[in-house]
């Protein structure tokens, strides 16, 4: 997640986000777009505690992100659960049953942010507008994240599955631990050169 002052900096000076498309009869090259440019490209996302948990007076203001397409929801959603969390029931933010849907569809926390807003959002107008549930987990269409060491268990064994596709297994099993534990803080920090010196 981009820093707080980051955000209202772009806000303060009327940055936009803009995304340039060209057609499909359009495009003659298949060039890799560049892993630092890809890393850090942000949505704007405005999370809006769903309307049928709010147990104040007053609806609260959505709680806006600029969120990187790299990472996972359950990483950024501490400021935003402190955030909403006042406007619900006390019992409720305290059960560990949080969740997020778009337009009714629930997001799935083991796929990474940007892969969600293609699937789902990518007509949608920006900034991407998410309903942030403390109650009535969908267990039928979610797995529960009960922690951040699933998120990590869940990247190195996505990361040793396409190692296994593309070469054989002969990166990851070569990895030491640190270097697992420095592909996985350079994800959950959101940084590309810590990320980037065991990935290339």
Same mark, same amino acid.
């Given at each position: ?37 890809? @890393?850090?490209?942000? *949505? ?12 104040? *007076? ?40 949080? @969740? ?27 900034? @991407? ?35 296994? *596709? ?17 592909? @996985? ?16």
């Amino acid at each position: 997640m981009a820093e707080d002052a980051d955000v209202l900096r772009q806000v303060w000076h009327s940055y936009l986000p803009i995304a340039f498309r060209l057609a499909a009869n359009e495009v003659t090259s298949l060039q890799e777009p560049d892993p630092y440019y890809v @890393w850090h490209s942000y *949505l704007p996302i405005a999370f809006r505690l769903a309307a049928n948990e709010v147990t104040s *007076l007053q609806e609260p203001d959505p709680y806006y992100a600029m969120v990187s397409r790299m990472t996972y929801f359950p990483l950024v959603l501490e400021k935003v659960v402190k955030h909403l969390s006042r406007f619900c029931a006390q019992n409720a933010a305290q059960n560990n049953d949080l @969740w997020l849907d778009f337009e009714g569809t629930p997001l799935k926390w083991h796929y990474p942010v940007g892969v969600l807003y293609d699937l789902l959002g990518a007509d949608s107008c920006l900034p @991407w507008t998410l309903s942030v549930h403390f109650e009535g987990f969908p267990e039928d269409a979610l797995v529960r994240c009960s922690s951040r060491a699933a998120i990590e268990a869940h990247l190195m064994s996505g990361l040793k599955e396409a190692d296994a *596709l593309r070469n054989r297994s002969q990166v990851m099993s070569s990895l030491q631990r640190r270097d697992h534990n420095q592909l @996985w803080l350079g994800l959950s920090n959101d940084r590309f050169d810590q990320f980037w010196a065991v990935n290339r």
